[in-house]
C-alpha cells in the first residue's frame, strides 16, 4: 500500500464519520435506528489527469436491503475517465457509476438515488475531490440527492 492510498483510506474514514455525524444531527428521531444498523458505499473515481473523486452513501439500513446505488458524477469538460473502483463486499455490486463530463473548469458534482427494499431510510451522500475539496447532503432512498462543488 502506498502513501497515497494509505492516506486516502484514512481521509475517507474521517469522511464517512462525519457524514454519519450529519446523518444523527438532521434527522435526530431517526438516530437509534442509525446506530443499530447503517451501511456506507464509497466508490473512487479515477480520472485520466490523475484526479481522484470519491463518491459516498453513508445508508441507514442493514446493506442485505440495499438494491441500488446509482451515481452520476459530472466532472469538468476534457476530463475523461480512467478508473473506477467500486466499494469492496455486498454494496460494489449493487453500485452503478456513471461520469458526464459537461461541466465548468474546476466545478464537480455528485447525484446519487439508494434504492431500498424496506420503506424510506436516510442517507448521506457525498463527494470529495483530490482529498481537498467535499460536498455532502442528506435525504431518504428514493430520493435524488446532488452534492455541488463549485
Do not use: W
Amino acid at each position: 500500500m502506498t502513501m497515497n492510498e494509505s492516506l486516502l483510506i484514512k481521509r475517507t474514514l474521517l469522511v464517512l464519520l462525519i457524514l454519519v455525524g450529519l446523518g444523527f444531527a438532521i434527522y435526530p428521531g431517526l438516530s437509534a435506528q442509525m446506530e443499530a444498523r447503517h451501511c456506507s458505499a464509497t466508490p473512487v473515481v479515477i480520472l485520466a489527469d490523475g484526479s481522484t473523486v470519491m463518491l459516498s452513501a453513508t445508508i441507514g439500513t442493514e446493506a442485505i436491503y440495499v438494491q441500488n446505488i446509482y451515481y452520476t458524477l459530472h466532472v469538468p469538460r476534457g476530463k475523461t475517465l480512467k478508473e473506477v473502483m467500486n466499494t469492496a463486499g455486498v454494496l460494489g455490486g449493487h453500485e452503478t457509476v456513471t461520469v458526464i463530463a459537461d461541466n465548468d473548469p474546476g466545478k464537480y458534482s455528485s447525484s446519487t438515488l439508494v434504492s431500498v427494499i424496506a420503506s424510506q431510510v436516510p442517507v448521506t451522500t457525498s463527494i470529495m475531490v483530490d482529498d481537498t475539496q467535499s460536498a455532502a447532503i442528506s435525504g431518504f432512498s428514493n430520493q435524488r440527492l446532488v452534492a455541488l462543488l463549485q
